[in-house]
C-alpha cells in the first residue's frame, strides 16, 4: 500500500449517477483495488490556451528533418552493419554543422551543442577509435579534451553494494556482500552524465547493457518510460542503439518492442557486400518517422589511419543480382523456388538437415555445395518452425496458408503488443 493519507473529502461528480450508472456505493466502489479515486487527474489537463510549438528537430538529410529534442530515437541493425559508423556521422555533424548531407538544423537556438556518447559494451581502444573518428570529420585534433563532446565508457563499472534503507551493506546467507546488477549501474552512471554535463544530444550505444533483464516486461517498459520521460525532462534528442535479432529485423527482446514503440525515428543500417569484388558498403534506412521520411542513403568507410571515416555516397549502389546473399552461396530466389518444387516429395515436419540434403543440395554443383541458412526462409515465412524437437533440431514445415497468394514480404518487425 502507497505511503499517503487518504483524503476523506473528495465528491462525487453530480453525473456520476444517472440513468445509466450504478447507484453511489458501487460507483464508489468500482475497481478500488486499482486505487483510482485518490489520483489527482486535474494536474495533467491540456492547457487549451497553451500555442502549439512545432518539433525542434536536431538534425537532417538533404533538407529532410529527423531527430527532434524531448524525443527518444533509435538506430538498430545487425551486429556489425554500420551502427556506430552511422551515429558517428549524426555526432560530427551537430558538432561542426554539417557533415556531407547530414546538417545540425538548430545552429540559432543551439550555437554550440554538447554531444555525449556512452560506450556501454566496446573496449576502451574501439571507444578511443570512435573519438579520433568523430573528431577528424569535424575537423578537430584529436588529442585535445572538449567541453561540447564528452565519451563515458561504462563497459567494465565497478561494484556497487546493494544497501538497506539505513545504508547498510545487505549481506547473503553466508555473510557475503550483495552488489547492485551492472546494467543498473550503468543506468545510474548515465544519469549522473546527463545531468552533469547538460548535454544536446545522448547517444547510449547500446542500450541492452543499461537493463538487467532485455526480456523482462516490466522492467523494460520501466526504462522506456524512465527514457522518454529524461528526454523530456532535460529537453535533449536521447539516441538508443540496440541491436536487431539475428536473422530478422525486429528489435532484440522485449526491450526493443516497447523501444520500437516510442521512439520517434528508427533508423536501420545493413552491411551489403559485393562478393565479386569485396567491395563494402552500408546502407542507411528510415523504417519508422514521426515527421517526413528521408531516402536511403549509403556510406563506405575509407581506410583513414587506423579508425576509419565514412565517405557517404552521392549514387546507391546495387548489388548484382548474382552476387550471393543470406543463403551464404545462392540467391534467396532459386532457393525459394527449390522450396517450391521439392517441398511435396518431403515428408512433413523435417529438418534443416533433411530439407538442405534432399531439396536444396540436388540443384548445386559440388563446387557450390556449402552451408545453407534457412533462416532467411522462415523470416519470408515460406518455412515455418514447430515447436516439436528431434534430435536438437527445430522440425519445419512449408506455410500452407502462404501457397494461394504470392510470396509474402519479409517480416516487418511489427511489435506483438
Excluded at 59 to 71: D, Q, R, T, V, Y
Excluded at 270 to 276: A, C, F, G, T, V
Excluded at 289 to 304: E, I, N, T
Excluded at 309 to 328: C, F, G, M, Y
Aim: proline share 6%; hydrophobic share 35%.
Amino acid at each position: 500500500m502507497n505511503n499517503y493519507e487518504i483524503p476523506t473529502n473528495i465528491p462525487i461528480p453530480t453525473d456520476a449517477v444517472n440513468s445509466n450508472r450504478q447507484p453511489d456505493e458501487d460507483f464508489e466502489s468500482f475497481m478500488q483495488a486499482d486505487e483510482w479515486r485518490w489520483m489527482d487527474v486535474d494536474r495533467w489537463l491540456l492547457d487549451f490556451n497553451e500555442p502549439y510549438k512545432p518539433p525542434r528537430f536536431t538534425l537532417s538529410w538533404k533538407g529532410i528533418p529527423f531527430a527532434p529534442l524531448a524525443g527518444i530515437h533509435n538506430i538498430t541493425g545487425q551486429a556489425g552493419n554500420g551502427k556506430t559508423m552511422t551515429i558517428a556521422q549524426f555526432m560530427a555533424a551537430i558538432l561542426c554543422g554539417e557533415f556531407g548531407q547530414l546538417r545540425y538544423e538548430l545552429a540559432d537556438e543551439i550555437p554550440r551543442p554538447k554531444v555525449l556518447y556512452i560506450d556501454t559494451e566496446m573496449e576502451k581502444d574501439n571507444t578511443i577509435a570512435v573519438k579520433n573518428r568523430v573528431l577528424t570529420m569535424a575537423g578537430r585534433d584529436i588529442n585535445k579534451q572538449y567541453d561540447d563532446f564528452i565519451i563515458v565508457m561504462l563497459r567494465d563499472v565497478d561494484d556497487v553494494p546493494l544497501l538497506d534503507v539505513k545504508g547498510q551493506p545487505i549481506l547473503d546467507k553466508k555473510g557475503r556482500r550483495q552488489n547492485v546488477n551492472p546494467a543498473i549501474v550503468r543506468w545510474r552512471m548515465t544519469l549522473k552524465a546527463i545531468w552533469q554535463y547538460r548535454p544536446t544530444a545522448v547517444f547510449i550505444d547500446g542500450l541492452l547493457d543499461v537493463v538487467a533483464d532485455f526480456n523482462d516486461n516490466i522492467e523494460c517498459q520501466e526504462l522506456i518510460f524512465k527514457c522518454m520521460k529524461l528526454a523530456t525532462h532535460y529537453d535533449i534528442s536521447l539516441w538508443c542503439i540496440l541491436h536487431q535479432n539475428p536473422g530478422g529485423e525486429k528489435l532484440v527482446g522485449h526491450l526493443g518492442s516497447f523501444l520500437e514503440r516510442k521512439v520517434t525515428d528508427v533508423i536501420q543500417t545493413k552491411k551489403i557486400k559485393d562478393d565479386q569484388t569485396g567491395e563494402v558498403t552500408f546502407e542507411v534506412k528510415q523504417k519508422k518517422a514521426r515527421s517526413q521520411d528521408f531516402a536511403d542513403w549509403q556510406f563506405r568507410v575509407l581506410p583513414v589511419d587506423s579508425w576509419g571515416r565514412p565517405e557517404q555516397l552521392e549514387t546507391t549502389i546495387t548489388v548484382p543480382t548474382a552476387s550471393r546473399d543470406a543463403t551464404k552461396g545462392d540467391n534467396i530466389e532459386d532457393v525459394e523456388r527449390w522450396l517450391q518444387y521439392g517441398k511435396d516429395a518431403m515428408e512433413w515436419p523435417a529438418t534443416r538437415k533433411d530439407i538442405k540434403e534432399r531439396i536444396i543440395a540436388p540443384h548445386q554443383s559440388n563446387k557450390q555445395r556449402q552451408q545453407i541458412d534457412l533462416q532467411m526462409l522462415i523470416n519470408k515465412r515460406l518455412l515455418i518452425e514447430c515447436q516439436l524437437k528431434q534430435n536438437g533440431y527445430y522440425l519445419l514445415m512449408p506455410n500452407e496458408e502462404q501457397e494461394k497468394e504470392a510470396l509474402p514480404e519479409p517480416p516487418k518487425g511489427d511489435v506483438p503488443f
